[in-house]
């Protein structure tokens, strides 16, 4: 394990200290450390002055946690017998987490998932070991988001109240679309397209409002949202939707939209989507042309991103980034220089005093980006209230992309295929998995693919997790909902 200390412990004790430490210390040395290997880990065509891989990022690790999930989605990537497989124990689940943190190094993003955790250990009355899990994640310097359908966290909010409170939780990614099935009040079969579910994003919505007034902690989502043949006209609506509200983009900072793969228990689309596909949807729903490229997460078939800054309280956003080729010598400056910065916001609020270190220790190259950021603003015509409360400190950025998962098919493909190869040697979406003795980062994409499998086959063997609590449901074999 790596001794570190409890950030959030230092920040509720001294929160000045913590500001003072941020400033002095925006840039962790061990970060530095782990980006610079992990660019030197890419392909050489892959290192690019866009690239936020090995410069801003390692990757976002994952734990291989439980695997149940109450719903019977058209489009699940685990394999068939996900709802039979034990629960890993919390031993089991701290060790992944220490992995992680090794090698992705501190501040690294990892996502508690598995099947649907929070369903899993509410059911099989485990809650404490999920509130510890999240907890024990923030104490080795990771910054843990948990994915979840949310029907649980909606039904018991006092158990999410617990997370936040006795855990530490502060991002939660909310999977939200037409192809689940299971969430009480929306029938499958009655859902007709992406608006009728707008009440349900309304609902967490309002929850994280209410979590966020009663605990006076920091609340937020990301939406996670899988793009089919019978949904993608809809992925339009679903961004004018958060975007028609401040308020809503406060709170779900980041949406991603990822088309179908063809992978685990999935029902396909008899005409398959693409990505191209999905980001002219994007597009179309921001109202804007945004150029796919502008930064680059690992290989660009697999992750495109934009970054939208959003003033308050009009709502009036505009790119964060420039889509001129021109701006990206600088960006990649930038990147060598402090893409190690992270402004992950945090209870002691030290964001703003590592960017303020950042801008005390590299002055001259600040000035030349807010230069040229000032020249981008006002050449493409900003909307007034962007300066008006960029002055206000009234803005925040609000993420849009897509990540697109390859099918299984392809993965197999990837000793004989150099592209597939890249893709996964260059993958941003990485989970420790221990082979052998040794722990590795395992693409999600090779998980789905078969890793799963072997994991799971570890557990059914394991006598010692049958004697824990569970919870069990039939295997779903068919769909819920004929796929077009």
Request: positive net charge; proline residues 6%; glycine residues 8%.
């Amino acid at each position: 394990m790596v001794a570190l200390v409890n950030n959030e412990q230092v920040e509720r004790r001294s929160p000045w200290r913590a500001r003072w430490h941020a400033f002095r210390n925006p840039i962790h040395e061990e970060k530095a450390r782990v980006l610079k290997e992990r660019w030197e880990s890419l392909p050489i065509e892959l290192r690019t002055n866009n690239q936020i891989s090995g410069r801003h990022l390692t990757h976002c690790g994952f734990t291989l946690g439980a695997s149940y999930c109450s719903f019977h989605c058209t489009h699940c990537y685990l394999p068939k017998n996900a709802n039979q497989i034990p629960i890993p124990s919390l031993e089991q689940v701290k060790e992944q987490i220490d992995a992680n943190r090794r090698l992705q190094g501190p501040g690294g993003g990892l996502q508690i998932t598995g099947g649907d955790v929070a369903d899993a250990y509410w059911k099989s009355g485990r809650a404490d070991e999920l509130v510890e899990i999240i907890k024990y994640a923030y104490s080795v310097g990771s910054i843990p988001m948990l994915m979840t359908h949310g029907q649980t966290l909606i039904e018991q909010p006092q158990f999410l109240e617990r997370l936040v409170v006795e855990g530490g939780l502060r991002q939660i990614s909310v999977h939200v679309d037409m192809t689940q099935a299971g969430r009480h009040g929306y029938p499958i079969g009655r859902i007709k397209c992406e608006a009728d579910l707008h009440p349900v994003r309304q609902a967490f919505t309002d929850l994280a409002l209410r979590v966020r007034a009663k605990t006076g902690f920091i609340l937020e989502y990301a939406l996670s949202f899988t793009v089919t043949r019978r949904n993608i006209d809809d992925v339009p609506e679903v961004i004018r939707w958060y975007l028609a509200d401040p308020q809503r983009s406060y709170i779900w900072r980041m949406l991603s939209f990822q088309p179908e793969a063809d992978t685990g228990r999935t029902i396909f689309s008899q005409k398959p989507i693409t990505s191209a596909d999905v980001w002219q949807k994007i597009c179309d729903g921001v109202g804007l042309p945004l150029r796919r490229g502008a930064s680059i997460f690992g290989h660009p078939d697999c992750n495109s991103w934009a970054s939208l800054l959003v003033a308050r309280p009009s709502g009036k956003y505009f790119p964060l980034l420039p889509d001129d080729p021109k701006f990206d010598a600088l960006l990649g400056e930038v990147l060598a220089r402090i893409g190690g910065l992270s402004l992950v916001n945090d209870d002691a609020g030290t964001p703003a005093y590592r960017l303020a270190g950042v801008l005390f220790k590299n002055p001259l190259l600040i000035a030349r980006v807010a230069t040229q950021m000032l020249r981008y603003l006002t050449s493409r015509n900003a909307p007034r209230e962007i300066f008006q409360s960029l002055l206000r400190g009234q803005v925040h950025t609000m993420g849009v992309g897509m990540h697109n998962f390859m099918d299984a098919k392809q993965v197999a493909l990837a000793d004989s295929d150099p592209v597939i190869k890249a893709r996964l040697d260059s993958c941003v979406f990485k989970g420790a998995v221990k082979r052998n003795g040794k722990w590795e980062a395992v693409p999600m994409c090779s998980m789905n693919q078969q890793t799963w499998s072997e994991v799971y086959d570890g557990r059914l063997q394991d006598p010692e997790l049958l004697k824990q609590p569970q919870v069990y449901a039939p295997a779903e074999t068919e769909p819920a909902l004929p796929v077009v």
